[in-house]
């Protein structure tokens, strides 16, 4: 294990809520919940600490976490496009506007991007072989409709998804996206081959605040753990912010401490180390 980031001052206040990302954090890479990591959430209920998770997953895809984890709080999928109950009853969705979700399409497709599209309970692809399809529908636990065209969806579409294992690609088309659109939307890496297309308010930094709104809990009370880009913006407005261990550089300069990676239970070590505070090693 890499050396953690040595301690620097963080918020007084007792935390009162903890928001986890799900791929690359809560589970491990290949997508496995362990027992360490319910143990943990288990204590932090325990502890009188509010749990919620946010991913970049449909509802369906997070709906295998709320048993194990007893989860009570809103779901977060979408990257907060969506937000859900437990039982996956809708709360509210910010979808994107109607009439960027072509342009957008056509955006990613210049970079040489597989495109997904994600409406509803419904995910669309062109081609069920494409890269990162079977490992999409083995994490999220149901299938794609395979569609001709995406050239009739254009209502109501929560997210688009960007994928290639050219990284640089998926890199450059979130640059380009953003230069294109500006804050019309939001695009940020999910994973390294996943570039998430979605209404400028689904976003992390927003779900933080949402949640804080609804339970009435300061933003320095928040604490927040995740490993992509796209989890940073919920780190700005958190008091605790937590990187995992496979995170990149840039998003673990972002946070205010390092953990192990996920397959190394990085996820449980910073409930442990940072939010509850036990001090293992």
Same mark, same amino acid.
């Given at each position: 294990?890499?050396?953690?980031?040595?301690?620097?001052?963080?918020? $007084?206040?007792?935390?009162?809520?903890?928001?986890? $990302? !799900? $791929?690359?954090?809560?589970?491990?890479?290949?997508?496995?919940?362990? /027992?360490?990591?319910?143990?943990?959430? %288990?204590?932090?209920?325990?502890?009188?600490?509010?749990?919620?998770?946010?991913?970049?997953?449909?509802?369906?895809? #997070?709906? #295998?976490?709320?048993?194990?984890?007893?989860?009570?709080?809103?779901?977060?999928?979408?990257?907060?496009?969506?937000?859900? /109950?437990? $039982?996956?009853s809708p709360i509210e969705e910010h979808t994107i506007p109607a009439e960027l979700v072509q342009p957008a399409i056509e955006l990613l497709e210049s970079f040489a991007l597989s495109v997904w599209v994600y409406r509803g309970a419904d995910w669309y692809v062109r081609d069920a072989r494409g890269p990162h399809v079977d490992r999409e529908a083995a994490t999220v636990q149901f299938s794609p409709t395979v569609a001709d065209s995406f050239a009739g969806i254009r209502e109501d579409v929560a997210k688009l998804v960007g994928v290639s294992d050219d990284h640089d690609a998926v890199q450059r088309a979130s640059v380009a996206a953003d230069e294109r659109f500006g804050d019309t939307v939001s695009a940020s890496r999910s994973q390294p081959y996943y570039l998430d297309v979605t209404h400028p308010e689904a976003n992390k930094g927003c779900v933080v605040r949402r949640l804080a709104q609804r339970y009435e809990v300061p933003s320095e009370a928040i604490a927040t753990i995740g490993d992509m880009p796209n989890d940073v913006l919920m780190f700005a407005h958190s008091g605790l912010s937590i990187a995992m261990g496979n995170a990149? %550089?840039?998003?673990?300069?972002?946070?205010?401490?390092?953990? %192990?990676?996920?397959?190394?239970?990085?996820?449980?070590?910073? !409930? /442990?180390?940072?939010v509850l505070g036990a001090g293992r090693a």
């Amino acid at each position: 294990m890499g050396v953690l980031c040595e301690y620097r001052p963080v918020t $007084d206040l007792p935390i009162r809520l903890l928001l986890a $990302d !799900v $791929d690359g954090t809560l589970v491990t890479q290949q997508k496995v919940l362990t /027992e360490r990591s319910i143990e943990a959430v %288990r204590k932090v209920h325990e502890a009188g600490i509010l749990f919620a998770v946010t991913s970049g997953r449909p509802p369906r895809g #997070m709906q #295998m976490l709320v048993e194990p984890l007893e989860l009570t709080t809103p779901i977060a999928a979408f990257n907060g496009g969506l937000l859900v /109950e437990p $039982d996956m009853s809708p709360i509210e969705e910010h979808t994107i506007p109607a009439e960027l979700v072509q342009p957008a399409i056509e955006l990613l497709e210049s970079f040489a991007l597989s495109v997904w599209v994600y409406r509803g309970a419904d995910w669309y692809v062109r081609d069920a072989r494409g890269p990162h399809v079977d490992r999409e529908a083995a994490t999220v636990q149901f299938s794609p409709t395979v569609a001709d065209s995406f050239a009739g969806i254009r209502e109501d579409v929560a997210k688009l998804v960007g994928v290639s294992d050219d990284h640089d690609a998926v890199q450059r088309a979130s640059v380009a996206a953003d230069e294109r659109f500006g804050d019309t939307v939001s695009a940020s890496r999910s994973q390294p081959y996943y570039l998430d297309v979605t209404h400028p308010e689904a976003n992390k930094g927003c779900v933080v605040r949402r949640l804080a709104q609804r339970y009435e809990v300061p933003s320095e009370a928040i604490a927040t753990i995740g490993d992509m880009p796209n989890d940073v913006l919920m780190f700005a407005h958190s008091g605790l912010s937590i990187a995992m261990g496979n995170a990149g %550089r840039e998003v673990q300069r972002a946070a205010r401490r390092v953990t %192990r990676t996920n397959d190394e239970d990085g996820f449980a070590y910073a !409930v /442990e180390r940072f939010v509850l505070g036990a001090g293992r090693a």
